[in-house]
């Protein structure tokens, strides 16, 4: 699907800090994308109202290089947990991700609850409806 809008936030997998390897990242309409590979192109994509979680991991080699790891924990079959490698401005884009997840849930009507039945790890039933196992 052939996107006209400049993508919300774009980077490449870094190597020492520096945006040299065949990984590149975006955020466009809703969606996360990941693109590998230079001979053999591979696209994965995430919708963000499926993430259940974040988590923001800072080596000190990566502090050094000004880099971080943003993982994402989603509903999503084939990819449960996704991680954004070694990327400039880690920080600021967990929280930029953090932002668009809510704004997308928002729109689609979707609240936690909803997506508690997606998380695969859990094997909890909640039968009384309030959120709670038991």
């Known amino acids: 699907m052939p996107n006209a809008t400049a993508p919300l936030w ?3 997998k870094r190597i020492l800090g520096l945006p040299i390897s065949f ?3 975006s955020i466009e309409d809703g969606r996360l994308l990941v693109r590998k590979g230079f001979f053999r192109m591979e696209t994965d994509e995430l919708l963000l109202y499926r993430v259940m979680d974040l988590k923001l991991a800072r ?6 290089f000004g880099v971080g790891t943003v993982t994402l924990f989603s509903a999503d079959k084939t990819d449960g947990v996704l991680a954004l490698q ?5 920080d600021k884009l967990r929280a930029l991700l953090s932002k668009l997840i809510e704004e997308e849930r928002a729109k689609r009507g979707l609240m936690g609850r909803e997506l ?3 998380a695969r790890e859990h094997d909890w039933h909640d ?3 309030d959120g709670f196992p038991g």
Not at 59 to 64: E, K
Not at 86 to 90: F, G, P, Q, T, W
Request: glycine residues 14%; positive net charge; charged residues 30%.
């Open 10 to 12: 774009k980077d490449r």
């Open 23 to 25: 990984t590149r990242y």
């Open 59 to 64: 080596s000190l080699g990566q502090r050094i």
């Open 86 to 90: 070694n990327v400039k401005n880690s």
């Open 116 to 118: 508690y039945g997606a």
């Open 127 to 129: 039968s009384d409806g």
